[in-house]
């Protein structure tokens, strides 16, 4: 996929963002393998990464502590009840996509945010602390993984 293509769909799938919640596209990296794009209001930053060959995330952190006060989307879907928690040994399987799928999964991973997340949007940070606590408890528990299945990290 060309950069000006990906950077077509980063605009239009996310255009809502800025919008309704005054997001701004902030900074856009490019890497060998893949590309990270920031987004930022006047409380929230999220944090889009994209491996090409892999399935893109997003993190949502306070911008006024990017480093305390961050997870994911995912971790956010869980404690909503959309998703299941993941088990151990999927933190350890290669995740893969097809890369005309981008968009669509984008798209899906925008509105699950603006449905799911609206108060994170807005800078309300209060359940930040329980996705925190589901990720380090996941944490644990993939090093419990890694002991009795030797698995290398």
């Known amino acids: 996929m060309k950069k000006s293509e990906f950077e077509k769909i980063i605009d239009k799938t996310f255009r ?3 919008t309704k919640y005054g997001f701004k596209k902030i900074e856009t990296t490019y890497q060998q393998r893949g590309c990270a794009v920031r987004f930022q209001n006047t409380t929230t930053e999220l944090g889009l ?3 090409i060959g892999g399935t893109p995330w997003l993190t949502i952190s306070d911008v006024n502590h990017p480093e305390e006060k961050q997870s994911t989307l995912e971790w956010l879907l869980v404690e909503r009840g959309i998703e299941k928690t993941p088990t151990p040994d999927a933190a350890f399987l290669i995740t893969k996509m097809e890369e005309s799928k981008l968009e669509v999964v984008l798209k899906k991973k925008n509105q699950q945010l603006v449905e799911y997340g609206a108060d994170l949007l807005k800078g309300d940070f209060t359940i930040l602390p ?24």
């Open 130 to 153: 329980k996705l925190q606590d589901r990720a380090g408890k996941y944490a644990l528990e993939c090093k419990r993984y890694i002991a009795i299945h030797k698995v290398k990290s």
């Open 49 to 51: 990464t994209y491996e």
């Open 16 to 18: 809502g963002l800025e």
